[in-house]
């Protein structure tokens, strides 16, 4: 299982920017998928999950309104679009998949980490 993240749709002089997260080695539909992110200097902090249909979707209170979250099971990727950036949403932003308490973070498996500066 392998899960690569990406930006897409940067629009220079905004504060909209997309993250997506391509999944290899399993469908999307299997597991319960999420965002993170580790804000410099802090621990890392869940942004949004949402189950494998799509069809139930939670975000933290910090992100609420400005962050969505979606998938395209087709696809196989998770989406995350960033609408209202703030500079505290500066952070590396991590895709994860497979919820499971007793794995590191809650889930077992992990993508590489982009970093998104807002100044």
């Known amino acids: 299982v392998q899960l690569v993240t990406s930006e897409r749709g940067m629009v220079q002089g905004t504060r909209y920017l997309g993250l997506s997260c391509v999944a290899s080695?399993?469908?999307?539909?299997?597991?319960?998928m999420a965002w993170f992110r580790r804000p410099p200097g802090k621990e890392r902090e869940g942004v949004a999950v949402?189950?494998?249909?799509?069809?139930?979707?939670y975000y933290d209170d910090s992100v609420k309104g400005r962050f969505s979250v979606s998938q395209d099971n087709a696809k196989n990727t998770l989406y995350l679009q960033m609408n209202n950036l703030q500079p505290e949403d500066t952070a590396t932003y991590y895709c994860?998949?497979?919820?499971?308490?007793?794995?590191?973070?809650?889930?077992?498996?992990w993508g590489q980490g982009t970093q998104v500066t807002v100044s």
């Open positions: 080695g399993y469908s999307t539909r299997t597991y319960w």
């Open positions: 994860a998949a497979d919820c499971d308490p007793e794995s590191p973070g809650g889930y077992k498996y």
């Open positions: 949402i189950s494998p249909s799509g069809g139930t979707i």
